[in-house]
């Protein structure tokens, strides 16, 4: 009987967890990763890249985590995220309590034909790529009153904050707005209206 309980005492003990495989593809990639779930959050914990089919690279992302009931298709996006006509891909970091998402940047290198982190990319949070005017558009809220959207352009590959609009409320409860623009490598307000 003892060496039952202790059996059962020691099976429990363990933390449960699950593991499942998520694939995405495009035309020439195909991305396998492997999501880890624990009692209440998941983390991927490895992607691998496949090109006909065939292993190219095995990536071991940094710390991520999601509740176990996110949407796997809401994770993980292929794009272009660097306007070279080459797909890209990133991958959720964590989802926070407002709509700042935060995610974790692969951009692909031709010359080595590999899939690199990008870290410059990492202050974007919920990214929409204009390929038209070759801008990164990164919207943002801040507390109740305020929201707005920056805008950043690629030099030399690094993503630099061009541009911030601006609504918010003020302490009477006025709505305001305002127009930054970067010069001479400053943010600086240019306009700024109250209604």
Request: net charge negative.
């Amino acid at each position: 009987m003892k060496k039952i309980l202790l059996i059962l005492i020691i099976l429990f003990s363990f933390e449960l967890y699950s593991q499942e495989i998520i694939k995405f593809s495009d035309a020439e990639f195909e991305f396998c990763l492997t999501k880890k779930c624990g009692k209440t959050d998941c983390e991927i914990t490895k992607i691998e890249v496949l090109k006909n089919g065939i292993l190219k690279q095995t990536i071991k992302p940094s710390e991520n985590y999601f509740s176990k009931t996110f949407p796997n298709d809401q994770l993980f996006a292929i794009e272009d995220m660097d306007f070279d006509g080459k797909i890209d891909f990133r991958l959720m970091e964590f989802l926070p309590a407002g709509p700042n998402v935060p995610f974790l940047f692969w951009i692909y290198n031709p010359t080595n034909e590999l899939f690199e982190e990008n870290k410059d990319y990492g202050e974007i949070t919920s990214p929409e790529f204009d390929y038209e005017k070759k801008q990164i558009n990164s919207t943002w809220r801040n507390g109740c009153c305020e929201h707005g959207r920056d805008v950043y352009e690629l030099t030399n590959g690094i993503p630099k904050l061009t541009e911030r609009f601006v609504i918010g409320h003020n302490s009477e409860d006025k709505e305001y707005y305002e127009h930054w623009k970067v010069e001479n490598g400053e943010l600086k307000l240019i306009e700024k209206t109250v209604e």
